[in-house]
């Protein structure tokens, strides 16, 4: 079996694809585009020298431009108030009396909850929405 130039820049491409099904890890897709860049290099007729310093720029270019893009992105809420991952965030609770240290029992979404009142002030009975979720207690806010 002929092993030409590409075929190491294939392997080593399709070894960082595996690693970052098994990881998960997006850096490591980053770095296979530059083994690729380096197979592609090597299909060109590019000497070995150009191939690694093509395959470093491409794979470490992208590995920049990937941490640059996902700093400018806006970080997620947490998991305890982002309704994407709660759906009880953002609901509304009637809650009939506090107690003094600003929890109370609800019935929501058929059972009785524990709810903590997080807004400014004494709370008063009446209706509240959901902020957040600690454990199995909601957060409740005006």
């Not at 392997?11 to 296979?32: C, D, K, P, R, S």
């Given at each position: 079996?002929?092993?030409?130039?590409?075929?190491?820049?294939?392997?080593?491409?399709?070894?960082?694809?595996?690693?970052?099904?098994?990881?998960?890890?997006?850096?490591?897709?980053?770095?296979?585009?530059?083994?690729?860049?380096?197979?592609?290099?090597?299909?060109?007729?590019?000497?070995?020298?150009?191939?690694?310093?093509?395959?470093?720029?491409?794979?470490?270019?992208?590995?920049?431009?990937?941490?640059?893009?996902?700093?400018?992105?806006?970080?997620?809420?947490?998991?305890?108030?982002?309704?994407?991952?709660?759906?009880?965030?953002?609901?509304r609770v009637h809650?009939?009396?506090?107690?003094?240290?600003?929890?109370?029992?609800?019935?929501?979404?058929?059972?009785?909850?524990?709810?903590?009142?997080?807004?400014?002030?004494?709370?008063?009975?009446?209706?509240?929405?959901?902020?957040?979720?600690?454990?199995?207690?909601?957060?409740?806010?005006?």
């Amino acid at each position: 079996m002929d092993w030409g130039g590409a075929t190491g820049w294939w392997v080593a491409a399709g070894v960082l694809v595996a690693a970052e099904l098994a990881i998960g890890t997006f850096n490591l897709l980053m770095l296979a585009l530059g083994m690729v860049a380096g197979a592609l290099a090597a299909h060109a007729g590019l000497a070995l020298p150009g191939q690694l310093v093509l395959a470093a720029l491409v794979g470490g270019g992208a590995v920049v431009a990937w941490r640059l893009k996902r700093g400018r992105d806006p970080k997620a809420e947490p998991a305890a108030s982002n309704r994407d991952v709660n759906m009880d965030i953002g609901s509304r609770v009637h809650v009939d009396c506090w107690n003094p240290d600003g929890s109370a029992r609800v019935h929501y979404r058929g059972t009785q909850w524990d709810v903590r009142y997080q807004g400014a002030g004494q709370p008063a009975a009446g209706d509240y929405t959901v902020r957040a979720l600690d454990g199995n207690c909601l957060l409740l806010d005006r």
